[in-house]
Nanobody, 123 residues
Framework: QVQLVESGGGLVQAGGSLRLSCAAS????????AGWFRQAPGKSREFVAF????????NYADSVKGRFTISRDNAKNMVYLQMNSLKPEDTAVYYC????????????????WGQGTQVTVSS
């Protein structure tokens, strides 16, 4: 099983940008698909972005399409989420997920999770 650690969260004004990073342990990370999810207070965890093991296939939630970009560097065991044009509704704890065993848009489909990083967007 892969271990994941997120970083890069913080407080930003609406319209600003942040880049989240997810550091993975384990030599087999390059064989795992990965995703980003988020959870706002009082809401369930929701899908944000997905990348295949090679990075050649990506998918996004409609709410972030065109603003967020997921990428990965398998040589460094890293997954990134570049977030631009941030909105107050993007405020949430963001989680990195790895080791896909089901549908990429479902939180239940990933076996490994990081501890989360808080993103707060002020209006």
């Amino acid at each position: 099983q892969v271990q994941l650690v997120e970083s890069g969260g913080g407080l930003v004004q609406a319209g600003g940008s942040l880049r989240l990073s997810c550091a993975a342990s384990g030599r087999t990370f390059s064989t795992y698909s990965a995703g980003w999810f988020r959870q706002a207070p009082g809401k369930s965890r929701e899908f944000v972005a997905f990348t295949s093991a090679s990075g050649g296939n990506t998918n996004y939630a409609d709410s972030v399409k065109g603003r967020f970009t997921i990428s990965r560097d398998n040589a460094k065991n890293m997954v990134y989420l570049q977030m631009n044009s941030l909105k107050p509704e993007d405020t949430a704890v963001y989680y990195c997920a790895g080791h896909l065993v089901g549908q990429y848009y479902s939180p239940m489909a990933f076996r490994s999770w990081g501890q989360g990083t808080q993103v707060t967007v002020s209006s």
